[in-house]
């Protein structure tokens, strides 16, 4: 057995023997605990509520920025499909579909996508761009969240005064929570200007300013930091828009000081996956846009880049209780399904603009098929790789 199945199989075993409920309990418990016993944290925000604004704020914001999208920008947000039919990874369909500077195109697209979704979901429970692990059912969507977060902190050995990197950091929130939990410094880099200033704001407002971002296309290689500048590195579903796995993890290698580890949590399709099979080449097409996937890489290919770059991979395996998500995604499509009915008669009786109809349809139907791929253990964004930069 390898020393990743060894890992898996402790961590498995030891998993089934504790419920989700009591994971959860314990977890606050465990925290409200080292709060107590951690002076120097004591004058940081709460813990489980500061990293995330007051849900009705963030609602009616979210709403209002989509209320008053232009044709424009919903034009585009719909073009911006076009690239997750196509396999990053394969340069001649790109360059055939998006022409000679599809690199650019990409980032646009991106650019007008998350403009738009990352308002969507915030609509619900999901104002981070992620659906988590599935850490227990009798937490949110929110809150599994921030028990993920939480197990990235431990598993990569963050402490107080650590320098991290944050890859597609989003806007900032994980930061904030990295921040909090831990007291390390993140770095946080993202391809939106207008993400990143909503991180530097976000991160501001909490006092937590010595948390750095930066606007950067991570195919864009080297990165702007020096050999062995971080202790530390994670990122989060992000790792579906490299063009170049291998040369990523050579550049992560290279910016991470030895002993230094890395966590990953990405989508990857699973062994029952048959891309000749109709069915399922339908809902990928369908899911691949909901969780902004353009390529498609296994556990496998994930491990090898990792390898071949010079980490060692501690775990790899599927971060879910159950391997499932589907209780998660259910939680947040049945929420998106019930406001779906609300939305198109508001439409229908001309209170909101038709564009809410576009968007609202486009999030649910895809939200079904996500589900769908999940229970057929198609596919997963919940598979996790820790790794480590063999030194001291």
């Known amino acids: 057995m390898t020393e990743t199945q060894t890992g898996l199989a402790s961590h498995r075993s030891g998993r089934s023997s504790e419920s989700s409920v009591d994971v959860v309990a314990n977890e606050k418990e465990t925290l409200a605990a080292s709060r107590l016993s951690q002076p120097d944290f004591q004058s940081l925000p709460d813990l489980r509520n500061s990293a995330s ?4 704020r963030t609602f009616w914001k979210s709403f209002r920025y989509l209320q008053h999208l232009t044709p424009k920008e919903v034009d585009d947000f719909m073009a911006s499909y076009v690239i997750y039919n196509l396999d990053w990874s394969d340069e001649k369909e790109m360059v055939e579909a998006l022409g000679a500077d599809y690199q650019a195109r990409v980032g646009d ?3 007008s996508y998350y403009g738009v979704l990352n308002h969507l979901c915030a609509l619900g429970d999901v104002e981070k761009m992620y659906i988590p692990p599935f850490m227990s059912n009798k937490a949110t969507v929110l809150e599994n969240q921030l028990l993920y977060e939480e197990s990235i902190a431990q598993d990569i050995g963050l402490k107080e005064g650590d320098r991290v990197l944050d890859l597609g950091c989003g806007r900032g929130r994980v930061a904030a929570h990295m921040r909090q939990f831990s007291g390390a ?3 946080g880099l993202n391809i ?4 990143i200033a909503q991180a530097k704001s976000f991160n501001d407002q909490l006092g937590f300013s010595t948390n750095t971002f930066v606007v950067q296309d991570f195919n864009s290689l080297p990165l702007p930091f020096a050999d062995n ?3 530390a590195f994670y990122q989060i579903q992000a790792l579906s828009l490299c063009k ?3 040369a990523l993890c050579r550049e992560i290698h290279r910016i991470v000081k030895p002993g230094s580890r890395i966590s990953l949590l990405d989508w990857v399709s699973l062994p029952n996956y048959d891309p000749s099979n109709a069915e399922h080449a339908e809902l990928m097409r369908r899911v691949k846009p909901l969780i902004g996937a353009v390529g ?4 496998e290919i994930l491990e090898t880049a990792l390898t071949e770059a010079g980490f060692t991979v501690l775990r790899s395996d599927n971060a879910s209780v159950g391997d499932l998500q589907a209780p998660l995604i259910d939680k947040v499509d049945l929420y998106f399904r019930s406001m779906r009915q609300v939305i198109l008669g508001l439409v229908k009786t001309h209170v909101l603009p038709r564009h809410f109809k576009t968007l609202i349809n486009r999030l649910c139907l895809d939200g079904e098929a996500f589900v ?3 229970k057929m253990r198609l596919v997963t964004t919940s598979y996790r790789v820790i790794a480590q930069k063999p030194g001291h």
Do not use: I
């Open 109 to 111: 697209c991106l650019k």
């Open 296 to 299: 498609t890489p296994t556990p």
């Open 192 to 195: 939106d200007p207008n993400q």
């Open 229 to 231: 500048s971080f202790d």
């Open 372 to 374: 769908k791929m999940d």
């Open 53 to 56: 604004p007051k849900r009705w």
């Open 244 to 246: 170049d796995l291998p």
């Open 185 to 187: 410094q993140v770095t």
